[in-house]
């Protein structure tokens, strides 16, 4: 089959084999702290200096972290898709740095970025690669109101009306270690059927939103993504 308009949605678990952890556990700690205590807005009301420690040390973690061969796969993907007529838009949970480290471009971080800090007075976001503190300064309006660029649970999630838009058009919707637990994210491959394309999930166990995929592919989305993306390229892919 021949896709011409492709949503790829990336989560957590297309960057824990190159060594960062994924969100979910049964403990319900991310990187051993309580997501109350970091992914809320109110714990930055509360304990703000904690909030900026927790995403500077997850940043500074970034440094050494490489790409593996799905994200690989997906520059490919973007690259060699365009030269057959398609077009990928790539949307990614994630607030590492891997898809510009394997080469992707025009990536939609609908969840920020631990490499971008966003000031609470001028709203101004801007990327920033050290670590804030609550005397850190906005490098436009010079006021010390700065923010990890990470979007919070009970926040608005970016760039939504592109990310609606490619949904409405997508004949293929890719969604890769992704635990479908996340709304609105969630609910995109539900969207993408809506309007007749094909859903795809990579994961290693069905998600939450199992129901919403055509098909699945379960196993490590290094091995998984790669061989699909060949597929794609090659016109090989069947689903019937
Ligand atoms: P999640 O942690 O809730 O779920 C990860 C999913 O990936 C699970 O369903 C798991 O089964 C699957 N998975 C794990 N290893 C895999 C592999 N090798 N191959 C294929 N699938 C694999 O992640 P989520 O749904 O993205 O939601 C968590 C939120 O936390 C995100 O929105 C993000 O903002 C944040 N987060 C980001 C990072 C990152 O940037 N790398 C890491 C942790 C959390």
Redesign the pocket.
């Known amino acids: 089959m021949d896709f011409k308009h492709i949503v790829v949605l990336t989560?957590?678990?297309?960057?824990?084999?190159s060594g960062?952890?994924?969100?979910?556990s049964e403990t319900g700690l991310?990187e051993e702290e309580r997501v109350e205590d970091v992914c809320f807005p109110a714990a930055l009301r509360k304990n703000p200096q904690k909030v900026h420690d927790f995403y500077n040390k997850l940043r500074s973690n970034l440094k050494d972290k490489k790409p593996n061969a799905a994200h690989l796969a997906l520059t490919k993907l973007q690259v060699e898709g365009q030269k057959q007529g398609k077009k990928v838009t790539l949307v990614t949970?994630?607030?590492?740095d891997l898809h510009e480290k394997a080469g992707s471009t025009d990536i939609i971080h609908m969840?920020g970025e631990l490499n971008s800090i966003l000031c609470t007075s001028c709203f101004r976001r801007y990327p920033y690669f050290e670590d804030s503190s609550l005397n850190s300064v906005c490098k436009f309006c010079g006021k010390e109101t700065l923010r990890p660029d990470i979007v919070f649970f009970e926040e608005m999630p970016y760039q939504l009306n592109k990310i609606g838009k490619a949904l409405n058009e997508c004949d293929l919707f890719l969604a890769i270690?992704?635990?479908g637990?996340?709304y609105p994210a969630a609910g995109f491959a539900q969207a993408a059927r809506q309007v007749g394309a094909c859903t795809v999930e990579?994961?290693?166990?069905p998600?939450a939103v199992r129901s919403s995929f055509t098909k699945a592919y379960y196993g490590?989305?290094?091995e998984t993504v790669p061989k699909f993306v060949d597929e794609l390229l090659e016109g090989k892919l069947s689903f019937n």
């Open positions: 989560g957590a678990g297309i960057s824990a084999e960062i952890p994924v969100f979910r991310w949970q994630n607030v590492d969840h270690g992704t635990s637990v996340v990579f994961n290693l166990t998600s490590k989305a290094s």
